[in-house]
Each structure stands twice: as structure tokens, then as C-alpha cells.
């Protein structure tokens, strides 16, 4: 399944120069690239010299007539859920390796961010690559069989997890069950519940997304 190759929009640096960072970004379930890659603006702004990719998951949603996802969620069993991300990641895995190495990039110079069901690929993926990314970044997304963590987690690297409270598709509890089981492994969280947020991005979430990359890239605010 590694051999499926993974297209979608991107926003080049603004800079007009070589790529000095690299942000990653997985939609959610019915959705595609164009969902994320509206947010490149905000990056960019912040980050002149970022490429910022967002790709279009390899399967056609089977619950909507239109949009992509990672995995079926048609069943809500755990362990499907588990299966499908799992078969999902060697995809994942080879776009983040192929873009790294068209951008010359390391891994300290990544960030890998998801929302939703993007978030679930973000949090497998991202904590078991053989090198650790500069942060990721997970929105209204949930931590599924974090008991894996303890065997499988390789490369941990600081995590922002945002959530809404008024969420409708993902519960937020799963943010603080989240925090608590990357915590439990030494994982370093900063997490925010946004008051009166359903399942999206606001600007609340944009700006906090902004200043994490800014501070695990080792940038000050004033840059």
C-alpha cells in the first residue's frame, strides 16, 4: 500500500526562496486538501521561508458522494478503527519522506499537523517515525490505542492539541485523555479547549497553532 502516491495543494514559501521548514497538514474524513491548505496564509505570514503541503487522502470517502479520507469510519469499532490507520500510515509515511527529501529537509525542521481524522493519522504517524519532528499539531482529533505509545512510540516530539467544547463529531474528551496519555509518556502537551467551538478551526486555533511553530522552530515571536 506504500506505493500509493499522494498528490495535493501546496503554498511554496512566500520568501520566494529555498524551504527552511516544512508543515504537513491531514484533513479530515469527506474533506481534502483544499480544506487545510486555506490556512497557509496564516503560516506563511509568520513563517516566510515554510512550504506547506496539504495532501488529498488516497481513498474516496464512503460515506459522503464527494471528498477523500484516510480510512472508513463506517464502523466505530476500535479495532477498525485501529486497522485502518494502520494500513493508512505507510502512505502517510512515504508522502512525508518524499516531501523532505524534495525540500532537503530534516525532521527537526517538520511539523506534521491534523484535524480531525487527520489528527488520528498525525498522532500515529508523528510518534513513530525514526526521527522526531519539530512539534505537531492535532485539532479535534482523538489518540486511538494510546496503550500502543508504551511499544510503538519512537519519536516523541512536542505536541499542540487543541479542541472545541461544543465539538459535535469528536467528543472533547478526547483532548484531555489525549494530554493525559502523552503525558503518561513524556510526551510534552500544550493543549487548549476553546470555549463555545464546535468540530473546526478558529482563529483562536490558527494563532496558537502559529505561535507553537514559531517557538518549537526555535523562532521568537519577533521574528
Known amino acids: 500500500m ?10 511554496e514559501p512566500s520568501s520566494g526562496g529555498p524551504a527552511k521548514e516544512l508543515i504537513i497538514m491531514l ?30 487522502a488516497h481513498q474516496a470517502c464512503d460515506m459522503a458522494p464527494m471528498g477523500r479520507q484516510w480510512f472508513s469510519l463506517m464502523s466505530r469499532d476500535p479495532d477498525q478503527i485501529l486497522a485502518g490507520i494502520k494500513a ?11 516531501q523532505m527529501a524534495h525540500y532537503k529537509l530534516p525532521a527537526d525542521r517538520v511539523l506534521l499537523m491534523g484535524f480531525s481524522q487527520g489528527a488520528m493519522m498525525a498522532y500515529h504517524v508523528g ?4 526521527e522526531a519532528f519539530a512539534g505537531m499539531m492535532a485539532y479535534s482529533g482523538m489518540l486511538v490505542s494510546s496503550d500502543l505509545l ?21 467528543p472533547s474528551q478526547a ?7 502523552l ?10 479547549m476553546i470555549s463555545e467551538l ?18 518549537v522552530l526555535g523562532y521568537s515571536i519577533a521574528e
Open 127 to 130: 510518534l513513530r517515525r525514526k
Open 27 to 56: 484533513h479530515g474524513l469527506g474533506a481534502n486538501g483544499q480544506d487545510l491548505i486555506g490556512l497557509a496564509p496564516f503560516f506563511a505570514q509568520a513563517l516566510p521561508s515554510a512550504a506547506i503541503v496539504s495532501p488529498d
Open 150 to 170: 508504551k511499544t510503538e512510540m519512537t519519536s516523541p516530539c512536542p505536541v499542540l492539541a487543541i479542541h472545541g467544547d461544543k465539538d459535535e463529531v469528536v
Open 2 to 11: 506504500s506505493e500509493v502516491v499522494l498528490t495535493g495543494p501546496r503554498h
Open 88 to 98: 493508512a500510515a505507510p502512505i502517510v509515511d512515504a508522502f512525508i519522506d518524499q
Open 183 to 192: 503525558q503518561d509518556h513524556n510526551v510534552p502537551v500544550y493543549q487548549q
Open 175 to 181: 483532548l484531555p485523555s489525549a494530554v493525559k496519555a
Open 198 to 215: 464546535g468540530h473546526g478551526i478558529d482563529e483562536n486555533g490558527i494563532s496558537m497553532g502559529v505561535g507553537f511553530a514559531l517557538e
